[in-house]
């Protein structure tokens, strides 16, 4: 059984940083495409960062040069390093796993539970 635990969120200042972790458990870790999604209040989920499995890594604009997305496979974990954030960062930030092995990214159906972000 697939699983994703988010952890990391809170409260941070504008121009400051947090570190987002994705725990995964239940399927070969490094053979997925995965991503940080997130959902604002009122607005749609939107995807902010996909690593596949062989570490081509992409980023919504409003995230590039500030945000990092990386893999441990040793340790089965996704991490999102972000950096100078503004306020519209705030959201619910998901973790997900594309559905398919070895996947193009372009379907997720296994998500975790989300972590609040709020920037001030």
């Known amino acids: 059984q697939v699983q994703l635990v988010e952890s990391g969120g809170g409260s941070a200042q504008a121009g400051g940083s947090v570190r987002l972790s994705c725990a995964a458990s239940g399927y070969t870790f490094s053979t997925y495409c995965m991503a940080w999604f997130r959902q604002a209040p009122g607005k749609e989920r939107d995807r902010v960062a996909t690593?596949?499995?062989?570490?081509?890594?992409t980023y919504a604009d409003s995230v590039k040069g500030r945000f990092t997305i990386s893999k441990d496979n040793a340790k089965n974990t996704l991490e999102l390093q972000m950096n100078s954030l503004k306020t519209e960062d705030t959201a619910v930030y998901y973790c997900?796993?594309?559905?398919?092995?070895?996947?193009?990214?372009?379907?997720?159906?296994?998500w975790g539970q989300g972590t609040q972000v709020t920037v001030s």
């Open positions: 690593m596949d499995g062989v570490g081509t890594t």
């Open positions: 997900a796993r594309d559905r398919y092995y070895r996947g193009p990214g372009r379907l997720f159906d296994n």
